[in-house]
């Protein structure tokens, strides 16, 4: 009986997905409760045809991970070192420009820029790194810093979030990164990320980026303690902001890496796991035109497969990830452009070279 019903909300989205119409938190239960991959799956690469046609972007970028001291100490976070104990690092200003320049000569036209909320560094230290990076080259564009570090500049600067955003927009900010946003629910936060920025915060943050200008990429990091519900809830609220502000560049699912975290009796997300989470991704952000596959964290070959998932954005070169790796990922630092544009090839979509805003550097369609 269980499978009858399963089965039958299933035929009452693909009616509403046929139809174009709006799914609502039912719907994105009945999609993640679904064991029909496939089923799930064909819907929304009808969804992602309608959105984005058959091209798929990928950007030349450089990761920088400036600080692995942070104050939060997320349970989910392998990455995170209290400052003093082995491990822990904090780069230099012109350690962080030297990995920029190394990157420079490659083409790279991102630089993508997160770390820890260190409890020592002043908020001039990352005032002065976006505004040499910008020195550097003014034609990369500066992705840098979650809603969750703009918040705890702000508190060290004793500024609003709007200032804070409007000096670094000054100096050089071009965009922000989704991380931080983690599953909103304050059941969930409370349990693992209880010192970070609320959920209604992150989105806060966001909503004043948009309003002054700052596009941004958002996240969900599933596959630890939510529940399909609180996933869903989780969509629901940005789709809603992105109504509201049109600010959103992308959206990023990220699976969760139980490894060397405190929760790593957890088991983490399987492959079935992750192609369902993107394609119900794509299916509930109706608004949102780029749903991205991040393939440091799913697998280069998973992230190929998601392209018939809803999937339309494979990242890019990154160079350097240590977030994810610190975590378990067991996934290359990098990779070659070339190989990308193989990929996208071979799945049958059209590589598309992108800058960080979606404008196009160069289709690959020879």
Not at 107 to 120: K, R, Y
Not at 208 to 223: D, E, F, V
Not at 300 to 305: D, V
Request: with cysteine.
């Amino acid at each position: 009986m269980k499978t009858d019903r399963r089965a039958a909300a299933l035929d009452t989205v693909e009616e509403k997905v046929r139809a174009g119409e709006r799914l609502d938190a039912a719907d994105g239960l009945a999609l993640l409760e679904s064991d029909d991959l496939l089923r799930v799956g064909s819907m929304a690469d009808l969804a992602r045809h309608r959105a984005a046609g058959d091209d798929v972007y990928f950007v030349n970028n450089r990761h920088i991970n400036h600080t692995n001291v942070c104050g939060n100490r997320c349970k989910f976070c392998a990455f995170s070192a209290v400052e003093g104990e082995e491990g822990a690092y904090t780069m230099t200003l012109d350690e962080v420009l030297e990995r920029a320049r190394a990157s420079l000569d490659d083409g790279i036209t991102e630089l993508h820029i997160v770390g820890g909320e260190h409890p020592s560094l002043p908020y001039e230290y990352y005032l002065e790194m976006i505004s040499a990076l910008h020195g550097l080259d003014p034609q990369v564009h500066i992705q840098a810093f979650t809603a969750s570090e703009i918040a705890y500049f702000a508190g060290i600067s004793e500024q609003t979030v709007e200032e804070v955003l409007l000096e670094l927009k000054d100096a050089g900010l071009g965009s922000m990164p989704g991380g931080g946003a983690e599953i909103f629910s304050e059941r969930v936060r409370g349990q693992v990320c209880s010192r970070k920025i609320s959920g209604e915060g992150w989105l806060d943050v966001m909503r004043t980026a948009h309003g002054a200008g700052i596009r941004s990429n958002a996240t969900m990091l599933y596959g630890h303690v939510e529940t399909y519900e609180e996933r869903i809830d989780h969509l629901l609220r940005l789709r809603e902001l992105q109504d509201e502000t049109g600010g959103f560049g992308s959206f990023i699912p990220l699976s969760f890496h139980p490894d060397n975290t405190e929760l790593e009796q957890l088991a983490g997300p399987t492959g079935y796991e992750d192609l369902k989470m993107l394609a119900v991704s794509r299916l509930m952000l109706d608004n949102f035109d780029n749903i991205k596959a991040f393939w440091i964290m799913i697998g280069i070959k998973l992230a190929q497969i998601s392209l018939h998932f809803g999937v339309n954005d494979i990242d890019g070169t990154v160079v350097e990830e240590k977030i994810t790796h610190a975590a378990g990922a067991e996934t290359e630092e990098a990779i070659a452009k070339g190989e990308l544009i193989r990929l996208i090839r071979d799945a049958g979509r059209v590589p598309v070279e992108r800058d960080t805003l979606y404008n196009i550097v160069r289709r690959h369609e020879d």
